[in-house]
């Protein structure tokens, strides 16, 4: 399992405990997974391209800071099958969790008169949601369901990325 990488995204690092820890953890899982005496250095200044043993590698990291968009470190042993972990604060989030959360905050805002409807079949309900409230709520859902049973990813999520794979293409 992979160590969490919240360090990653702290931007005043240098004297942030948080931040070595997670520089240790990254350390103690690379030098795990490719057992060798040296690594390749992620920090800003090194780029992955100069290697060098762990004091050495965590000296750059906590001086220099590490690359905030190398977010898969296959450099260093992670494999994509590999599953990640969760958080250090003790929230179960994970990163399809997150993104699901985002979904929510995009339909919110896409139908900001229905923000304060917790469902379409309230007790309190009396009359049958409106075709616009009815789409709201099949949006809702599909930002809810998974894309098969154990996935992290959502239907929507799934499919948003794709069109935003299609519209790159």
């Not at 942030?16 to 060798?36: M, N, P």
């Not at 309230?122 to 616009?132: S, T």
Request: charged fraction near 30%; glycine fraction near 6%; charge should be negative.
């Amino acid at each position: 399992m992979t160590p969490n990488k919240d360090w990653m995204a702290i931007e005043d690092y240098i004297n942030d405990e948080s931040y070595k820890a997670g520089v240790d953890s990254f350390l103690d899982f690379a030098f795990q997974k490719l057992g060798t005496e040296t690594i390749r250095c992620p920090c800003l200044r090194c780029l992955n391209i100069e290697t060098g043993d762990r004091d050495q590698v965590r000296n750059h990291l906590l001086v220099y800071g590490i690359v905030k968009r190398y977010t898969f470190w296959y450099h260093h042993g992670e494999r994509r099958d590999e599953p990640q972990s969760m958080s250090i604060d003790g929230d179960s989030d994970l990163e399809g969790n997150e993104n699901q959360d985002e979904m929510l905050g995009m339909l919110r805002d896409l139908y900001p008169q229905y923000n304060n409807v917790s469902s379409p079949y309230d007790a309190n309900n009396v009359e049958e949601p409106n075709d616009e409230a009815k789409t709201f709520y099949s949006l809702l859902k599909d930002s809810k369901d998974p894309v098969y049973e154990g996935c992290n990813s959502s239907r929507m999520s799934a499919l948003l990325k794709l069109l935003h794979i299609k519209t790159l293409g």
